[in-house]
């Protein structure tokens, strides 16, 4: 006899629970960013350049000094006009120590210097952006430039959040107001919610309507009466932690209907920019469900790159989650009960690229398991993988299907291309996570299922 019991059993092994509460689980990640700021604190040696390179010279006219704790540890006295053939300073200091640096106008006429960079660990840091107020004949010997930098700077290394499936909104191209998805009210005002038919694909998984990513979704209000925190706690707790958003903290929220290859380009795409505006080497990332899988993609597809410094994952389901079966072929509310019209999701996600690739790959069974040995019952027959992707290619979507096969394939074997990141996985337990879909009764094919 079937025990339900057993779709209770925590998937520690294989598959993190997608309906775990995040903000329990966030508080555990403020340590690690702790910790590695602290490590890039300690005593090492340091860099002063003149760009984001540590060979940069730079520039200064006419006299450039330089004091550690007041102790002179370079100095160029130079009267040629606007010269940039200041060497790199390298230096060893420790923590709280003081760097001075004075430019004089020593002969008059012109006062000038290019930018100031401080390079330490895997670190650049843009101290100062530069001056020049021209050439007026100023009178010579006086000091235009004179600033202390306590060391090494306690600026956080760049830290990116990558939501999960449905966590970003949507919205109508053609009308900035029309947001798709999501506008929890317009559900509650719809039986249907045939509005989000603007969301369907086509055959091949592409866009049929145009739509604009909007923001990440940071929290749920209903009726403004009712708010659940989804991100918001997390950005306030970082924030807290010296994060500041667009300075060192950044979000990512893109087209969760998209195949997780499309996405991951463009995550590259924001890596690239975030190093570009902080001077960092790597970045650290924070991913939920779907948007560990985009990381991991990332992180096979841009090896090379080797980009991310540490990378945690939450309730990411790397080999996939059942419950994605129980929405091609029955649909579901998606967490938002009697609201949400269960019918409505399971039309629109027909072709998706995404939610294909969130099906159990093969890697995710294992026949002499009792909880993994198959997803689907049917009469007694029990689905393997191969049994569910043909029966997914007769009645969905064959293209997505052996997409999807073809992109685990590629993501699996994490271990061969996770580099030299520092990877750490929270996964929830205490909330009951589908693990098998028992069809009760044959009549009601696609209505009645446990």
């Not at 090896?303 to 945690?312: E, L, P, V």
Request: net charge negative.
């Amino acid at each position: 006899m079937f025990n339900p019991n057993q779709v209770k059993k925590q998937e520690e092994r294989r598959q993190a629970s997608l309906h775990v509460k995040l903000l329990l689980l966030f508080l555990l990640l403020a340590g690690f960013f702790i910790l590695s700021a602290a490590a890039q604190a300690a005593t090492g040696n340091f860099i002063l350049s003149g760009g984001v390179k540590p060979t940069d010279n730079f520039c200064v006219d006419d006299d450039i000094y330089v004091y550690l704790n007041d102790q002179l540890i370079y100095s160029d006295i130079d009267p040629h006009w606007a010269s940039c053939n200041n060497q790199p300073v390298n230096f060893q200091a420790n923590v709280g120590d003081k760097l001075r640096v004075v430019a004089i106008d020593a002969v008059g006429i012109c006062r000038s210097m290019g930018p100031l960079w401080l390079h330490y660990a895997d670190k650049n840091i843009e101290l100062y952006k530069g001056i020049d107020d021209g050439c007026l004949n100023w009178p010579a010997g006086i000091t235009f430039y004179d600033k202390t930098f306590i060391l090494p700077q306690t600026t956080p290394d760049p830290v990116i959040l990558v939501t999960g499936i449905m966590g970003s909104d949507l919205i109508n191209a053609s009308d900035s107001n029309d947001k798709i998805w999501l506008d929890v009210n317009r559900i509650i005002g719809s039986l249907s919610d045939d509005f989000l038919n603007y969301l369907e694909m086509d055959n091949n998984g592409n866009t049929i309507n145009a739509v604009n990513v909007g923001d990440a979704i940071r929290e749920v209000k209903v009726l403004g009466i009712y708010n659940s925190d989804v991100l918001q706690g997390l950005i306030s707790y970082l924030q807290t932690k010296d994060y500041q958003e667009n300075q060192n903290l950044f979000i990512f929220p893109y087209d969760w209907r998209q195949s997780i290859d499309f996405t991951a380009t463009q995550l590259n795409q924001k890596i690239l920019d975030v190093l570009a505006q902080t001077g960092s080497q790597k970045v650290n990332v924070i991913a939920h469900s779907l948007g560990g899988l985009v990381v991991k993609d990332f992180m096979k597809e841009y090896a090379s790159q080797n980009k991310i410094n540490k990378f945690i994952s939450i309730a990411v389901p790397n080999l996939g989650a059942p419950k994605v079966f129980k929405v091609l072929k029955y649909g579901d509310n998606m967490g938002f009960k009697i609201i949400l019209n269960e019918s409505r999701m399971k039309t629109i996600s027909q072709n998706m690229p995404s939610v294909y690739e969130l099906l159990p790959s093969a890697a995710y069974y294992d026949p002499g398991h009792i909880d993994y040995n198959f997803i689907y019952s049917d009469q007694g027959h029990k689905y393997d993988y191969e049994d569910i992707n043909s029966y997914l290619r007769i009645w969905n979507n064959p293209t997505l299907v052996n997409q999807a096969k073809e992109f685990h394939n590629n993501i699996d074997d994490y271990n061969s291309y996770a580099s030299s990141a520092q990877t750490y996985n929270i996964i929830g337990c205490g909330l009951a996570t589908i693990g098998k879909i028992i069809k009760l009764n044959q009549e009601k094919d696609h209505n009645e299922y446990l």
